[in-house]
């Protein structure tokens, strides 16, 4: 690992210096603003038409240097851009509180439709998530199948040139804002429950698929559940071969797992506590002064974020020599996701009964720590939950035996 940028290193960190300054919308600049709840994708889809010229103008920025994709390949629309660029791309984007355009389309789907589709599904799908057009959302979750997802019991029955799916999805991110799903359906119901499953792309549109908000505890709609009744689904929509989508699907949830910003905004969100409780108002509001231990659990998180930046460092380090992380990502993954809570259970203690203010216009830091601390209990269960990446941090990375 080699903490320095070379010289072309600092000049491409440089020019996403640049870009950002000249071309980030006014909007996406004013830190802590209510309706930039739901990012550039709610946005896109905004009834205020402010709010959808700052997505296009942003979307349009990016798009001219192939930056909504930095990392595809330049033959299928990306910018091409090394493991370490990717990495300077996405922590300049953090520092700028920037938001990403295309999501999973772009951060899975996308991926995973270059190794994986058809010609075919490669020119219908891939230019719409690269013009923003075209927004994914993930349907792998069922209600009792989350961390063993191999038991999902969605049918999807071969039927001519199309499948009909029934069934239910929960736990749909975003599928409130997006246009098509990704869905993993169960195709041969004898088989074993690793086998059989099947990679389907699936149209929103399709007569049959509703979206059910999820409010989580913090009054928050980022879930949903999905469901499917009678839903055809052109075989052609079929990614990879029948019975052999978890594999497929595998494949995307590599690139799901290399987080690379967690660090920049857990810096951030210390930063942003470290200079409010300076003034008077934060003095005023705050424990420091009468709970010094306090002042070492925030110097433990700074700590902490530095170590979760060499986790994520050292898995991009590795794919720039050409190596593949694997317990890596999952040891990047679990300390992310606590340190999120230990941050966030942190700010709560800095504010006392403060803390209990939920209203942004009367509670210190516009209740950011109180909106976090609820919303952070996902986090060691989302994209994978902290027993199972301690399982794969076992078995593969220390080589312990199953048990």
């Known amino acids: 690992m080699d903490w320095n940028d070379t010289p072309e290193q600092a000049a491409f960190r440089a020019e996403v210096r640049s870009m950002l300054s000249e071309k980030l919308p006014e909007r996406y600049k004013t830190p802590g603003d209510p309706s930039l709840e739901g990012g550039w994708d709610a946005d896109r889809k905004s009834d205020d038409p402010d709010r959808v010229a700052a997505a296009k103008e942003w979307a349009g920025a990016l798009a001219e240097r192939g930056w909504i994709a930095p990392h595809w390949p330049e ?40 190794v994986h589709g058809t010609e075919e599904q490669k020119k219908e799908h891939l230019s719409g998530i690269l013009s923003g ?21 969605t049918r999807a029955v071969r039927d001519g040139d199309e499948y009909v799916i029934n069934g239910q999805k929960i736990w749909t991110s975003g599928a409130q804002h997006s246009d098509w799903l990704f869905v993993l359906a169960r195709t041969d119901p004898d088989a074993p429950k690793h086998r059989g499953i099947s990679f389907l792309l699936l149209d929103q549109t399709t ?26 689904v052109p075989a052609a929509n079929r990614v990879g071969e029948e019975n052999r989508g978890w594999y ?9 797992r290399s987080n690379i910003t967690g660090a920049v905004d857990a810096r951030r969100s210390l930063e942003a506590l470290r200079e409010y409780v300076g003034t008077d108002e934060g003095k005023a509001n705050s424990r420091l002064d009468s709970t010094p231990s306090l ?57 006392g009964l403060h803390a209990g203010l939920w209203e942004r216009d009367r509670a210190p830091m516009r209740a950011q720590f109180t909106r976090s601390y609820v919303s952070s209990v996902s986090a060691t269960i989302a994209a994978g939950t902290s027993e199972v990446q301690r399982n794969i941090i076992a078995t593969r990375g220390l080589g312990l035996p199953r048990g």
């Open 75 to 114: 033959e299928y629309g990306g910018a091409g851009l090394s493991p370490m660029e990717q990495f300077i791309y996405r922590m300049e984007m953090a520092e700028a509180r920037a938001p990403g355009v295309g999501g999973s389309g772009v951060q899975m789907l996308g991926p995973m439709l270059i």
């Open 133 to 153: 057009d075209v927004i994914w959302a993930q349907g792998y979750s069922e209600p009792g199948s989350g961390s063993d997802l191999a038991s999902l019991q």
């Open 295 to 351: 002042r070492g659990d925030i110097a433990d998180r700074f700590i902490e974020t530095d170590v979760m930046f060499n986790f994520s460092f050292r898995i991009i380090s590795m794919q720039d020599s050409g190596l593949i992380p694997n317990y890596e990502a999952s040891t990047s993954k679990l300390f992310n996701s606590e340190l999120v809570q230990r941050l966030s259970n942190t700010g709560m203690k800095a504010f």
């Open 248 to 256: 497929v699907g595998m494949t995307l949830l590599d690139f799901e």
């Open 207 to 232: 007569p049959g698929v509703s979206v059910r908000p999820l409010i989580n505890m913090g009054w928050e709609h980022g879930f949903n559940e999905t469901f499917f009744e009678d839903v055809r």
